[in-house]
C-alpha cells in the first residue's frame, strides 16, 4: 500500500520560503492525484495544492501566487515550494494520495484522498 512521508518543515519569519517534500513508496498505482492540505489548531484542515497526473494543477485562493505544487517522479517525491510566507500559513501540513488519473474540482476536500503522511510543521514568526 502507499506509504507517504513529509519532511521540510520548520520555523521561519514571515517573508521567509520553505519547501516541504513528500516521499511516496509502496504504491503500484498508474494514476496518482496528489495534494497538500494544512491544518492549523482549532481549525478544519484545509486543501492547499493538489497534482494530478493528467497533469491538472490546483491552487487554494489564499496561497495563489506564493506556493508551487511539483513533482520528482524519478525520486517519487511530490514538493510544495512555500515563498513569501505568512504567519496565516502556520499548520501542520500533510500530503495526502488517491489513486484516480484527475485530482478534479473536488481536490480540496480532504474526504477524496485514502492514504494520509503525519504532517511536517510549519511555524511562521
Known amino acids: 500500500h502507499v506509504q507517504l512521508v513529509e519532511s521540510g518543515g520548520g520555523s521561519v519569519q514571515a517573508g521567509g520560503s520553505l519547501r516541504l517534500s513528500c516521499a511516496a513508496s509502496g504504491y503500484t498505482y498508474r494514476w496518482l492525484c496528489l495534494g497538500w492540505f494544512r491544518q492549523a489548531p482549532g481549525k478544519e484542515r484545509e486543501g492547499v495544492a493538489a497534482l494530478g497526473s493528467d497533469g491538472g494543477i490546483s491552487y487554494a485562493d489564499s496561497v495563489k501566487g506564493r506556493f508551487t505544487i511539483s513533482k520528482d517522479n524519478r525520486k517519487n517525491t511530490l514538493y510544495l515550494q512555500m515563498n513569501s510566507l505568512k504567519p496565516e500559513d502556520a499548520a501542520m501540513y500533510y500530503c495526502?494520495?488517491?489513486?484516480?488519473?484527475?485530482?478534479?474540482?473536488?481536490?480540496?476536500?480532504?474526504?477524496?484522498?485514502?492514504?494520509w503522511g503525519q504532517g511536517t510543521q510549519v511555524t511562521v514568526s
Open positions: 495526502a494520495a488517491e489513486p484516480r488519473y484527475s485530482c478534479g474540482g473536488s481536490w480540496y476536500g480532504p474526504s477524496g484522498y485514502s492514504v
